[in-house]
């Protein structure tokens, strides 16, 4: 029953992250989309509820975490441009290094737990994302998020919260970059320049698009976003117009999968090759 609210939420983040807005101007735009998308989703909870365990754990491991981690980016994101020094370079370096700082004690404070959910372990689910206990809450946020007790499991604030640092480590280097294009705070935890992209961008984009849609990255769980920011991590790239070049490749007339059907015809004559020597 989520699936429409969820499809809908989904694209319309994108046009927002992809916009020419401001950082500031789409944090306001996204806080405002994921609150509504949240009370849309504590209605539908509330007038149906879970039919089982296993669809209550997927809703909140699974659904809900999607718009609440946008939340909790997006307002760190509005406190970042609020807080962040209005004059100078090095004050402002100096701010977000110490971000950088806040963000890996989080993840040093909760590694286990995020282990748990990057290894895809299933096991504590009933205890991390039912409502049975509730009254074991490990993790209080410090920024006056979307929260409601019976909208909420003992871990499914956390998760959320585990995604958008994620998602906020990308813009604190990308603010830093633009600082300083040498820094190495961050980058140093990049991969060798070892492999560049050398396709076409476009290419890269229904590349990427078709591995989201198949689910193939963190057994589906992971936003489009996310998946952009780590190809251009990889690939020492940068794909600005991720959702406009997605929704150009749906335009297309006719063969609108031109790349991957080249990678198919491709690969089966390199086989046909490798069988005949």
């Known amino acids: 029953m989520f699936e429409k609210a969820m499809f809908m939420f989904t694209d319309q983040i994108n046009q927002i992250i992809n916009s020419e807005s401001s950082s500031l101007e789409k944090a306001e735009l996204g806080i405002r989309l994921c609150n509504s998308t949240l009370s849309e989703l504590q209605h539908m ?61 989080f993840f ?47 871990h499914d604030m956390l ?39 050398s396709g076409s961008k476009t290419a890269l984009v229904e590349l990427i698009y078709s591995l989201y849609a198949d689910g193939a990255l963190n057994h589906g769980n992971v936003e489009i976003s996310t998946i952009i920011s780590s190809f251009e991590d990889f690939f020492n790239t940068k794909l600005d117009q991720g959702y406009k070049t997605y929704s150009e490749i749906k335009a297309r007339k006719g063969d609108r999968t031109k790349y991957l059907n080249q990678l198919i015809l491709k690969l089966e004559n390199k086989m046909r090759r490798d069988d005949a020597k």
């Open 45 to 105: 909870v509330e007038k149906e509820d879970f039919e089982d365990s296993a669809s209550e754990i997927n809703f909140f491991r699974n659904i809900k975490s999607l718009p609440m981690s946008y939340l909790i980016y997006f307002s760190e994101v509005r406190n970042c441009e609020h807080s962040i020094p209005k004059a100078g370079s090095c004050p402002k370096v100096r701010f977000l290094e110490k971000e950088v700082k806040k963000i890996n004690k």
């Open 108 to 154: 040093s404070q909760n590694k286990d737990f995020v282990n748990y959910m990057e290894q895809s372990h299933n096991y504590m689910d009933p205890q991390f994302f039912t409502r049975n206990n509730l009254d074991n809450f490990p993790f209080a946020p410090t920024i006056n998020y979307y929260q409601y007790p019976e909208f909420s499991t003992s």
């Open 159 to 197: 998760w959320a919260m585990v995604q958008a640092m994620y998602k906020f480590i990308h813009y604190i280097r990308d603010k830093l970059h633009k600082l300083q294009p040498d820094n190495k705070v961050l980058y140093a935890e990049k991969q060798p320049k070892l492999l560049l992209w």
